[in-house]
Nanobody
C-alpha cells in the first residue's frame, strides 16, 4: 500500500488549501483513510476520515465547518479541502489508512502512512 500526499504550502490566515492523498495497493474491500496532523511539540491528532464502505465522514471538532474530506474513487485519491485556515492549523499533515474502521481514531490504529506534507498558516 502506498499513500502519497501533496498540496501543502504556505498560506495566510483565512486562506484555503486542498491536500490530496493518492493511494494504491489496497487488498481489502473495507478501508478508512484519514488525515492526521502533528504540530511541533504536540501529539499527532486526527483531523478527518472517510470510510470506503459507505463514504461516511468524521471530523475533529477543530475541523468541523472548515474542512471537508472527500474521495474520487476513479482517481484513487482522497482530498482534504481546508478553508478559513488559522495559524493553529500549522502542522505536518499525514494521510493514513486502516483496513476496516477506526475504533478510537488513534494514530496507532493506522496500518499505513504517507510521508506528510507541511501546512503553514501565517497570521
Amino acid at each position: 500500500v502506498q499513500l502519497v500526499e501533496s498540496g501543502g504550502g504556505l498560506v495566510q490566515a483565512g486562506g484555503s488549501l486542498r491536500l490530496s492523498c493518492a493511494h494504491s495497493g489496497f487488498i481489502f474491500d473495507s478501508w478508512t483513510i484519514g488525515w492526521f496532523r502533528q504540530a511541533p511539540g504536540k501529539a499527532r491528532e486526527g483531523v478527518a476520515r472517510i470510510e470506503r464502505r459507505d463514504g461516511s465522514t468524521h471530523y475533529a471538532d477543530s475541523a468541523k465547518g472548515r474542512f471537508t474530506i472527500s474521495r474520487d474513487n476513479a482517481k484513487n485519491t482522497v482530498y482534504l479541502q481546508m478553508n478559513s485556515l488559522k495559524p493553529e492549523d500549522t502542522a505536518v499533515y499525514y494521510c493514513a489508512a486502516r483496513g476496516g474502521v477506526y475504533g478510537r481514531w488513534s494514530p496507532a490504529e493506522s496500518d499505513y502512512w504517507g510521508q506528510g506534507t507541511q501546512v503553514t498558516v501565517s497570521s
